[in-house]
């Protein structure tokens, strides 16, 4: 797998322009202090082919890593959708999404981070989330539920966005 060929594939994909800011790690990123939380997942660039098909990356294309590279944003170019996975985990998702669904627990994690709402709408502009601010308010509903499963209610969240393609 070539650097290329994934800045190609976010160009094709019509992404944010800040996705291939990120990926190319540039300084505009680094303004816009999203530069900490996804980079280009450079690590998939030295792996040796038999690690790459680990990741199964002939379909599933890499296009964003979180800071520590345990966290992947990519595309499945044979569904045709989005998905994350962990780095650790041996078992990718069947599920394919629209991007906007990537970013449901980020967006979580930045509200309990208390990053200021205004902050995270920004953030949530950049990256072309169509829905961010019915997002977050559903994220703050959540202060009042401190029993809910984070996971079912990521799903409830694609559910109601319709956010899910398989």
Same mark, same amino acid.
């Given at each position: ?15 944010? #322009? ?46 964003? !890593? ?24 041996? #078992? ?8 906007? !669904? ?65």
């Amino acid at each position: 797998m070539i650097k290329e060929e994934i800045q190609n594939l976010i160009q094709e994909l019509n992404l944010p #322009n800040i996705v291939l800011e990120l990926f190319n790690r540039t300084e505009k990123a680094k303004e816009l202090d999203l530069d900490i939380e996804f980079g280009c997942p450079s690590e998939f660039f030295i792996m040796e082919e038999k690690e790459l098909e680990f990741f199964q990356t002939a379909s599933i294309k890499p296009l964003l !890593a979180d800071g520590s590279f345990y966290q992947i944003y990519a595309y499945d170019i044979e569904k045709k959708g989005f998905l994350t996975y962990n780095t650790e985990d041996e #078992n990718i998702t069947e599920n394919r999404y629209k991007w906007e !669904a990537l970013f449901i627990k980020d967006i979580l994690n930045w509200w309990e981070e208390e990053i200021p709402d205004e902050d995270i709408i920004k953030r949530g502009n950049l990256l072309g989330l169509d829905h961010i601010a019915e997002l977050l308010k559903c994220v703050e509903a959540l202060e009042e539920d401190t029993s809910i499963d984070i996971e079912k209610w990521e799903q409830e969240m694609i559910e109601k966005f319709d956010l899910q393609i398989i």
